[in-house]
């Protein structure tokens, strides 16, 4: 048996809109997060910021999981495009995801937030994204989010 460890790649802060609401569906209640620019990554692995114009796809279902699956990129301190699908989950008890829902500040270890990012890089010396599996634990803010990246080795 081979037990998988996990190595920090890093934390990620990132800025959101106001969500922008689709409505309810035969799945769910579905709304746009959008993720703007200024937000940044740092860590031993990797550095750079948020590139802006992206957002997070949401779907609530309607026993109460929030589905989430975001498209945005990174720009590298040295310049690289980096693009990211960050797909997962996050839930609490009611009365938790209420507060969340209002814009309150709710301490992350009230509710379950966590997503696996697939990570498309270029050729190169950030190529080794696109070579592993990754898991991500998250925070949700009333005006950002925060993200914690370690890569399956």
């Known amino acids: 048996m081979i037990k998988p460890e996990l190595e ?3 934390e990620a802060t990132g800025e959101l809109l106001a969500p922008t609401p689709i409505g309810e569906t035969y799945d769910g209640t579905r709304r746009i997060i959008p993720i703007v620019g200024g937000g940044r990554v740092e860590g031993p692995l990797i550095s750079g910021k ?3 114009n992206s957002a997070d796809w949401q779907l609530t279902r309607h026993h109460g999981v929030t589905v989430a699956d975001a498209l945005y990129a990174i720009e590298t301190d040295d310049g690289v495009i ?3 699908r960050n797909k997962g989950l996050r ?3 009611p009365e938790v995801m ?3 829902a209002t814009g309150q500040e709710v301490d992350p270890a009230e509710y379950y937030f966590r997503t696996v990012p697939e990570f498309i890089a270029p050729v190169g010396k950030y190529d080794w994204l696109n070579r592993s599996i990754f898991v991500c ?3 949700r803010y009333p005006l950002g989010i925060k993200l914690w ?3 399956v080795t």
């Open 8 to 10: 920090f790649v890093y």
């Open 50 to 52: 948020l590139v802006g």
């Open 82 to 84: 980096i693009q990211i």
């Open 91 to 93: 839930h609490g008890p």
């Open 137 to 139: 634990s998250g925070a």
């Open 98 to 100: 209420q507060r969340l």
């Open 149 to 151: 990246v370690w890569r």
